[in-house]
Nanobody, 111 residues
């Protein structure tokens, strides 16, 4: 079973950018659907963005136009480019597919 390790989180000022990386322990080529999710303190985990094997993407309304999900099947990696970050984007970000979750990476947007 493929496992995921997220990285790239950190502290950034409002309006800044981060790129999150989700590295898989095995091939992601066969994973039709990979998603990024986030969970803020006291809130439920929510879907941020998804990408299929063919590259079709879907985004939560709150991040449309600011976040971009991409995948590199050859490198078994999924990325989340986050631009124009807002304080409300503060959360632990996870990648997931087929019921498997990574440990998450903390993103904090604050001045």
């Amino acid at each position: 079973q493929v496992q995921f390790v997220e990285s790239g989180g950190g502290l950034v000022q409002p309006g800044g950018s981060l790129r999150l990386t989700c590295a898989a322990s095995g091939s992601i080529f066969g994973l039709y659907f990979v998603g990024w999710y986030r969970q803020a303190p006291g809130k439920q985990r929510e879907l941020v963005a998804t990408i299929t094997t063919r590259g079709s993407t879907n985004y939560a309304d709150s991040v449309k136009g600011r976040f971009t999900i991409s995948r590199d099947n050859a490198e078994n990696t999924v990325y989340l480019q986050m631009n124009n970050l807002k304080p409300e984007d503060t959360a632990v970000y996870y990648c997931s597919s087929d019921g498997t979750w990574g440990q998450g990476t903390q993103v904090t947007v604050s001045s």
